[in-house]
């Protein structure tokens, strides 16, 4: 497993919303140190409503792999999504097809992938 590369908030930032990060769907996802990883195609919410995972379509042209990566920590700028990890622990993380239900097993294996 990889080891995740962390953010630090800012003392007093508020976190995004759910409706902030709706309004990324579509943008491009970098990662932590600027490196493209695809476009974010979907949020996915945890039991209580609120944002838990990113959909991430990798690729440059749609046919690429889905891959879910942790909302914690993301932000948006400069029209980009911007993710508290490297492409190399994004690209590691286990492939799901983009309609696939959240099981606890994948749960469980992505909280693993991403040390959470």
Not at 24 to 44: A, M, P, Q, Y
Not at 80 to 87: A, G, K, N
């Amino acid at each position: 497993m990889a080891t995740a590369r962390t953010t630090h908030r800012l003392h007093g930032a508020t976190a995004p919303s759910l409706a902030d990060a709706q309004s990324w769907i579509g943008s491009r996802v970098t990662d932590s140190l600027g490196s493209g990883l695809g476009r974010l195609d979907d949020v996915w919410v945890d039991d209580s409503g609120e944002p838990a995972w990113l959909l991430i379509r990798e690729g440059r042209f749609g046919g690429g792999k889905h891959r879910l990566v942790p909302f914690d920590g993301a932000t948006a700028g400069g029209g980009r999504v911007w993710l508290p990890y490297e492409r190399d622990v994004v690209r590691s993380s286990p492939v799901i097809r983009g309609a696939e239900p959240l099981t606890p097993v994948l749960r469980n294996r992505l909280r693993a992938h991403y040390d959470r």
